[in-house]
């Protein structure tokens, strides 16, 4: 980046908050590129611009098109036009040089014939600067490699934010550089080194992030499958009911009546635990009790009503079928069945030292349904009384390929829902707890949810779909970026949102080590020695 002020033009035209600046100086017109990304230009595509406002202020604007002004005149081969450039560039904000700060409102406007200049280094640190006790170096900026993006960290990790791109531009690869900048490079205002103990859950789908973090200064643990705990009596009656498809006539009063008296027999109270297994028992149990015959004063016998019973059973035969086959599903069945005296999942991780907590997630859909339901459930439980009880330990909970279980047109599927990542989302920061949501295809995600991110980072994305998305959470001065994000480079991404001082395309900072997410070799795996 030029580190002065280059006259560009002039303001010919004046539009809302967009302006056309035509340039005839044949120096600067030369100096015009189209090319997006070239640094050593005065004036190219996404750059920004200044011109002076009547109270002494500048004006700022980005550019976003560049063109020859001839081209909009007829053909006339016996008139020499002279070289006319335009840019059209929109307004981002005001630059007080007195106080040497940017403010993104504007409530002033420059004049017909006002120059315009490149903006300067200095000028340009003011407009990406964020305003913390705390920054977090990010990356650096597309247009000046020189310059180093930061984001507030305290609204980065403190509220929800989302991570979006196609399978491989760098999400993984940005989720663990911004993780491990948490020990390698958060500063103060003053630019110190800050030491920090986070606790970060990661739901990782496809065994990647345990290579980002293993052997770094980060305390790792990783919890496969079959070590998870998470005791399904937390579940309330009604999602009992969701859970093993239990219809309201006649199996979900049966079910209640069940599972209290399979809590009496347990004498937890307190817990209000009681084992899985004994469920089917328990409600065949009541069936044929139901079924006994009566004598004519009212009084049961010792013999069974088989129609009554056949009806019964008939009734219920759904449901019994549903619990069935959950008992015999060992894949699910010993992550929820009750272990008396032992913590479940979330106490453990909570009470732990452990920094980086890496859960596999590679789970089948119905296995996801549970799962997902009863750790949201019971990390908010946790949150809920970890507020009542004592100081707020903030906790971030990463999910990856979230389209997988929090998807807006698959929710009819999921019997249990999504209802506590849901809650989460809303309230989730009062608590302490904040969310990573990380996804190739943020279209499909459930809309109350991305709807409570603050923050967001996007790579390339070439879905119709995706990109709408996108443009719908851009401000409107800043929706000419929607155009580059098709095109953005791998490690490259838009960062916007309350996190960032202002929206902009960052080469995100590398990862190192990064996660086992590398582009397949195809042609490597398929070569062979023909002499072997």
Known sequence: MFDGDVKIGKIIKIEGLSIHIEIMEKDIANKLVLKYGINDYVVSINKMIYSLLPNGKKIIARIGKIYDRNTLNPDDIFTQEQDSFVLEASFIGIYDDFLGSFDSGINTFPIIGSEVFSINQKMYQSVVSVNSSYRLPIGNSYEDTQLEISANPDILFGKHMGVFGNTGTGKSCTVASLIQGLKRRLCDKEGNLINTK??????????EYEQAFKGTEFKVRKIKKEELYLPHYHLSFTEYYRFLGASLGVQAPILKNCIKELRVKNDTTEEKGFFFKDLHQEINK?????????????????????????????WCSTMLNRIQTITDDSRIFSIIEWKESMKNTIEEIVESDDEIILIEADFEKDELDIVMFLFSKLVYEWAVNNRRTRAITSLVILFEEAHRYINEEEQDEFKLGTYYIERLAREGRKFGISLIVSSQRPSELTKSIISQCNSFIVHRITNKLDLEFINRNLTSNNQELIKFVPGLEKQYAIVFGEAFGYTDIVKIATASPVPKSEDPNVIGSWVFDSES
């Open 198 to 207: 986070p606790k970060i859950i990661i739901f990782d789908s496809n065994d």
């Open 286 to 314: 009541w069936l044929w009790n139901n079924a006994r015959k009566k004598d004519r004063d009212g009084n049961f016998t010792g013999e069974y009503d088989n129609f009554k019973a056949s009806q019964w059973f008939n």
